[in-house]
Nanobody
Framework: VQVLESGGGLVQAGGSLRLSCTTS????????MGWFRQAPGKEREAISS????????YYTDSVKGRFTIARDSAKGTLYLQMNSLKPEDTAIYYC????????????????????WGQGTQVTVSS
């Protein structure tokens, strides 16, 4: 199984980035997906997750109204649209997949996710 993030980079405060996550070796539709981030010296935190059917989503408070998670089953790809970026959003962003028989449940605990990407760096300058 491989999970691969892309789309990170350097952006000025107020700017936007869109992260993408592709998977191989698993059936994308069988997995609830999530985005996590880890800043230097901090624990990995869940920032957004989405159910298998895409109808249910979770956002941590700090990104609500700025970030949007979406999944495209036809492309087997997960997205995170990040707008109005702030310097405190600087972190390594990880995509993760959790196998579940529930099409509606969402998950926000890192320990629940079995498959992880290597991460993509997002740096927001002030």
């Amino acid at each position: 199984v491989q999970v691969l993030e892309s789309g990170g980079g350097l952006v000025q405060a107020g700017g936007s980035l869109r992260l993408s996550c592709t998977t191989s070796g698993l059936r994308f539709d069988d997995y609830s997906m999530g985005w996590f981030r880890q800043a230097p010296g901090k624990e990995r935190e869940a920032i957004s997750s989405i159910s298998r059917d895409g109808d249910n989503t979770y956002y941590t408070d700090s990104v609500k109204g700025r970030f949007t998670i979406a999944r495209d089953s036809a492309k087997g790809t997960l997205y995170l649209q990040m707008n109005s970026l702030k310097p405190e959003d600087t972190a390594i962003y990880y995509c993760a997949a959790h196998f579940t028989t529930s099409r509606q449940n969402i998950y926000a605990t890192p320990a629940a996710f079995e498959h992880w990407g290597q991460g993509t760096q997002v740096t927001v300058s002030s």
